[in-house]
């Protein structure tokens, strides 16, 4: 199941022996892709699965040497809106995002479909078939296909890194933003890819300068219809396109049954592995291009066989596309399951059933239920997703629970603070920048409902500046109460510490032209109580949360805001390195798990008699944090002095 | 040295424990010695304390999941781990534990009857008299070259581990080492719940 490496004829990239072989994740092998066809401005924001794709670009952009601008931006629309504007200058660009991304950069995509582009404009928007981290399992190629822009589905991750040249001569010929999407599962895939040996990619000879277009880059509405027509025929000549062969594979053996496969992404190599695996040979289209879909590979495909089995995740891109209904099997008939990541055990249990409907003879992997049984027969403890030891916002929220208790209401956001719900800190979170607008929205049901019942937010520093700012100017402009605790590490540290508008270096190192404040942004929306405070103090913070309280409540009051400030351990441990607390504790300690379940820290645990608790040391950061938890006080530090 | 043939492999252990790290070991020596790689890693939440576990294949094969019950290899950094993962190993496979303690004996009877070899090793322990915890990782990478079984020799290891983390180096090589000393006796073997007195 090879790949052949496909020939790009305005690359000229040495494929002798001698070049390295590296072992790339699947995002950095977008990155090479990107470098490699001549992108000159790569945006994104961070987001897993794809955030190490900017990280691909810089590392690439650096080794060769080539001029990239790359960006981190603010959020994901502000990203994709800039690679666009650059596209429209005549040069090649690109923008990163996870599929959730695409959500908030939806309303540029939609309307650049229209416009069209003119260097070429790769979207590259990863899916999370699980979902493994987000907040759906979406298909991105589901978006293209509403906004009408071609989506390639790379099945590898070298796949993945020789589609970017076919994203972007697609994007130029038809001049349409082109999306690539790749998944999880090849995100965060590594694979030994060849570097090529020099990038002598040249830029476009147009000129690479803005042109005004009034009919496209201004159509008002009348023209936009105009454009809609135009866009309808550009998806009918890219549907007949001849992406290139070498990502198709028609697998027809020789056996001739009646069943057979239509395929695209890291499924198409799942399904293959279990074929091998269920020693059968079926005819299997592997699809490089879901949307829009060649109806003509597709019908003669199809034509031959009795039964189609679409294997295809998250969703029905494909399967929707085909106008031959009798024949398919896929989601909408429930042979494939609607929600969840298509793994090999599902793939091959759903092969197997079909085969067995239609009479084919399989040898599936048998599972061991006896061993199966026993094993789950037994308890292990349960792994979440913790807050680290040490981190400022588990204080933060331990203060917070402290005052307020659990008759409050808790909107929460995303991010590492997200994990604010195991200490019950928070209960609820939708979307980037929710929590304020959540915060305004309860703010209004607790008035019609006459629930008194103090509100607290909860948001971190990146999300604030993604999509934070406009709640805030509208929970403030009209007079909504609550308080919003900015949790603010000095990064954004869930996807891998990125910079932020806050930070002084940008993406690839450089300096910052300029720091954004949080403090002067929050001033700016109309707020009056501002603190400041450091989130492992205790005292203050709870002493300013009081006083916050105060201000939503008093008749010339409104939103008060309280800024939990303390860098993220991980990404800044030098901060916390002269404050060292190493803490025991005590024999009186009566094993009732307060700090265990309240405070949650992942250095506090259970003896193995369960009767009391006990600190452990391989985990222990000695923040000193947890003297606070245990109310009792049978948690102290070590030399009391 | 020769390239390892078709292999698939599990790793795992908790965030924090070097499965990635051990992971970017095998990987590497696999293509040093002009094997293909696939290599299927959790990311993400995984390092907030969660359980990793890395999918490894060597060979033509592009799918970056392994089926359960066909894993040739399934290493483990620690016990909790290895019983969260064993239905990935396939019968006459091998499972490599990090551990002071045996797997149950009501595990080790279904081992048995399913030709699987387990191997324990407690590697915290080795890695601590070492001078550091964190190398039980490369004791196993170490033990696993010593047990003869992933086709990829001792000293094709040594090689690679010297260009990861040159900082830790000496260290390291003598982790590798200690493992490797620890698993060329048992090759052969099978541990089998009657000669663990």
């Keep these: 199941m090879n790949v052949k490496h496909a020939n790009n004829a305005s690359i000229m990239a040495a494929q002798n022996n001698s070049q390295p072989i590296e072992l790339l994740l699947g995002n950095e092998a977008i990155g090479l892709g990107l470098v490699e066809n001549g992108c000159r401005v790569?945006?994104?924001y961070p987001g897993t699965p794809s955030s190490e794709v900017l990280q691909g670009v810089i590392r690439f952009k650096k080794h060769y040497g080539r001029d990239v601008y790359t960006e981190w931006s603010v959020n994901e629309k502000v990203a994709f809106e800039v690679a666009l504007a650059v596209s429209w200058s005549?040069?090649?660009?690109?923008?990163?995002?996870?599929?959730?991304?695409?959500?908030?950069?939806?309303d540029p995509l939609f309307s650049a479909a229209y416009t069209g582009v003119e260097g070429g404009f790769i979207v590259i928007s990863a899916d999370d078939p699980g979902p493994h981290s987000s907040q759906t399992e979406q298909d991105s190629r589901m978006i293209a296909m509403t906004a009408k822009v071609p989506v390639l589905d790379p099945s590898t991750p070298r796949e993945a890194y020789m589609m970017v040249g076919e994203a972007y001569r697609i994007s130029e010929k038809y001049k349409v933003p082109v999306i690539l999407r790749p998944t999880t599962r090849l995100c965060h895939a590594v694979q030994d890819i060849q570097l090529p040996t020099e990038i002598l990619f040249n830029d476009l000879g147009n000129g690479n300068k803005f042109q005004r277009q009034p009919t496209r880059w201004t159509a008002t509405p009348k023209f936009r219809y105009l454009l809609h027509e135009e866009l309808n025929q550009k998806i009918i000549e890219i549907q007949e396109e001849n992406v290139?062969?070498?990502?198709?594979?028609?697998y027809h053996p020789s056996s001739n049954p009646s069943v057979g496969i239509i395929s695209s992404g890291v499924v198409f190599q799942t399904a293959m592995q279990a074929l091998i695996d269920l020693n059968v040979q079926l005819p299997v289209l592997k699809i490089a291009m879901p949307y829009p879909i060649s109806q003509s590979r597709v019908s003669e495909f199809i034509q031959s066989l009795d039964v189609v089995l679409i294997l295809e995740e998250p969703d029905v891109c494909i399967e929707l596309q085909l106008p031959e209904r009798q024949k398919v099997r896929g989601r909408l008939d429930g042979t494939v399951p609607g929600a969840g990541e298509l793994t090999p055990e599902i793939v091959s249990s759903i092969i197997d059933g079909l085969l067995t409907q239609e009479g084919v003879q399989t040898q599936p992997i048998p599972i061991d239920r006896e061993m199966e049984e026993t094993l789950n027969s037994i308890e292990l403890p349960v792994r979440k997703p913790r807050l680290c030891p040490g981190c400022g916002h588990r204080s933060a929220f331990f203060t917070i629970k402290k005052e307020f208790g659990p008759k409050a209401i808790y909107p929460g956001d995303i991010g590492c603070y997200t994990l604010g719900m195991n200490l019950r800190a928070v209960d609820t979170f939708v979307d980037m920048g929710g929590s304020i607008t959540m915060a305004n929205g309860f703010f209004q049901a607790s008035k019609i409902n006459q629930d008194t019942r103090p509100i607290i937010a909860t948001i971190g520093d990146s999300t604030f500046l993604h999509s934070g700012i406009e709640p805030l100017?509208?929970?403030v402009h009209t007079g909504a109460r609550f308080i919003l605790v900015i949790l603010d590490n000095h990064t954004t540290a869930m996807t891998g510490f990125q910079p932020t508008a806050v930070n002084k270096t940008l993406a690839d190192g450089r300096d910052a032209a300029h720091t954004a404040s949080i403090i002067d942004l929050v001033r700016a929306c109309g707020v009056d109580f501002i603190k400041t405070a450091d989130p492992y103090d205790h005292e203050e913070f709870q002493a300013y949360l009081k006083q916050a309280d105060e201000h939503t409540k008093k008749d010339t009051g409104g939103v008060a805001i309280i800024i939990s400030d303390r860098p993220c351990i991980l990404y800044d441990p030098d901060f916390a390195a002269d404050r060292q607390i190493p803490v025991m504790v005590t024999e009186e300690c009566d094993g009732c798990k307060y700090c265990l379940e309240v405070f949650e820290c992942p250095g506090l645990s259970l003896t193995p008699d369960g009767d009391r608790v006990e600190i452990d040391v391989r985990l222990c950061v000695n923040c000193g944090q947890c003297v606070y938890a245990c109310y009792k006080g049978f948690i102290v530090p070590v030399n009391i002095e | 040295m020769n390239k390892p043939n078709e292999l698939k492999m599990i790793l795992t252990g908790l965030g924090g424990q070097g499965v990635v790290f051990l992971?970017?070991?095998l990987a590497?020596?696999?293509?040093s010695l002009g094997s293909t790689v696939m290599v299927s890693e959790t990311h993400g939440m995984s390092q907030r304390g969660g359980s990793v576990i890395s999918h490894l294949r060597f060979g033509d094969s592009e799918s970056p999941l392994i089926q359960k019950g066909t894993a040739d290899i399934l290493i483990a950094l620690n016990l909790d781990e290895a019983l969260r993962t064993l239905m990935y190993v396939r019968p006459n496979g091998y499972l490599i534990i990090n551990s002071e303690k045996y797997l149950p004996e009501k595990i080790e009877k279904?081992?048995?009857r399913l030709g699987i070899q387990s191997f324990t090793i407690p590697a915290d322990q080795i890695a601590l008299d070492l001078g550091s915890a964190k190398m039980a990782n490369v004791i196993l990478a170490g033990f696993l070259s010593g047990l003869n079984i992933c086709g990829i020799q001792y000293e094709a290891f040594r090689l690679t581990l010297s260009t990861l983390a040159p900082q830790y180096s000496r260290l390291n090589l003598k982790a590798l080492e200690e493992g490797f000393q620890a698993g060329v006796p048992k090759t052969y073997l099978s541990v089998s719940a009657a000669s663990r007195q």
């Design chain 1, 42 to 44: 790569a945006t994104a």
């Design chain 1, 90 to 106: 005549g040069l090649r660009s690109s923008v990163a995002m996870k599929q959730v991304g695409l959500n908030v950069a939806a």
């Design chain 1, 244 to 250: 290139n062969d070498d990502f198709y594979s028609n």
């Design chain 1, 473 to 475: 100017i509208n929970a």
């Design chain 2, 23 to 25: 992971t970017q070991l």
């Design chain 2, 28 to 31: 590497r020596t696999a293509l």
């Design chain 2, 110 to 112: 279904h081992l048995t």
